[in-house]
């Protein structure tokens, strides 16, 4: 238990659907991080939130809209995604100030049909 | 421009033996940091070790260690006495400045060790 909380842990959606991953984390984090990991690429970074403020958008699609509304819970909001999209989606969550590796969740398997 | 590499997609190793993942990095920044993490086949990414680039000493954790040549900006984890358990993928990351929120990754290694 590494104390971020991933929920769905299966995600099967429709391109026309709205869904969303949340994230929570118990460890009392001051930075938040969305990572998708394909069977193609390497884990790569998507999204960070540091104290609540996003300091990251890696070039992602808008399709893709995260959501920090406390420094204990990221969102993921998903709509009219492309089969290219189904991937592992990891949150993770650091105590950056202090230079600290990332906690993660148990990541969601997103399969876009 | 990568600045983590791996250059082994993947590895295969007898039980029992002492395993060698090599990962290069590129920064210029004094201060970084270098992790590995492991990910079993049920997907949860799990911290193996850490090293400061200031650090005097190789970082080590039980049966891993770090092999962190500066000069060369090489930080490769070794396994000693590789157990069937360890069969995963392999992850080197670098968090480019310590304060810097932003950790990357490498595209990692996958380790199978043979019974």
């Known amino acids: 238990e590494t104390g971020v909380t991933q929920t769905p842990r299966h995600l099967v959606m429709g391109m026309t659907n709205k869904k969303s991953l949340k994230c929570e984390q118990h460890?009392?984090?001051?930075?938040m991080y969305w990572y998708k990991q394909s069977a193609k690429k390497p884990l790569e970074l998507m999204f960070v939130?540091?104290?609540?403020?996003?300091?990251e958008n890696n070039s992602v699609p808008s399709r893709f809209s995260p959501e920090c509304p406390n420094s204990s819970h990221l969102f993921l909001h998903l709509h009219t995604l492309q089969p290219e999209d189904s991937a592992l989606y990891l949150c993770?969550?650091?105590?950056?100030?202090?230079?600290?590796?990332?906690?993660f969740g148990s990541g969601t398997q997103l399969s876009v049909l | 421009a990568q600045k983590i590499t791996q250059t082994q997609p993947g590895m295969f190793v007898q039980e029992k033996e002492a395993v060698t993942l090599d990962c290069t990095y590129d920064?210029?920044?004094?201060?970084?940091?270098l992790f590995w993490y492991k990910q079993p086949s049920s997907g949860e990414m799990i911290f193996l070790i850490y090293?400061?680039?200031?650090?005097?000493q190789n970082a080590t954790e039980g049966r891993y260690s770090l092999n962190f040549q500066k000069a060369r900006k090489s930080a490769n984890l070794v396994i000693s006495a590789s157990q069937l358990g360890d069969s995963a993928m392999y992850f080197c990351?670098?968090?480019?400045?310590?304060?810097?929120?932003?950790?990357?990754f490498g595209k990692g290694t996958r380790l199978h060790i043979l019974p």
């Open positions: 993770a969550s650091s105590q950056v100030l202090r230079g600290e590796k990332l906690f």
């Open positions: 460890l009392g984090h001051n930075a």
């Open positions: 939130y540091n104290f609540k403020e996003q300091t």
């Open positions: 920064t210029s920044d004094p201060s970084y940091g």
């Open positions: 090293q400061g680039s200031y650090d005097q």
């Open positions: 990351a670098m968090r480019e400045k310590v304060g810097d929120d932003k950790i990357i």
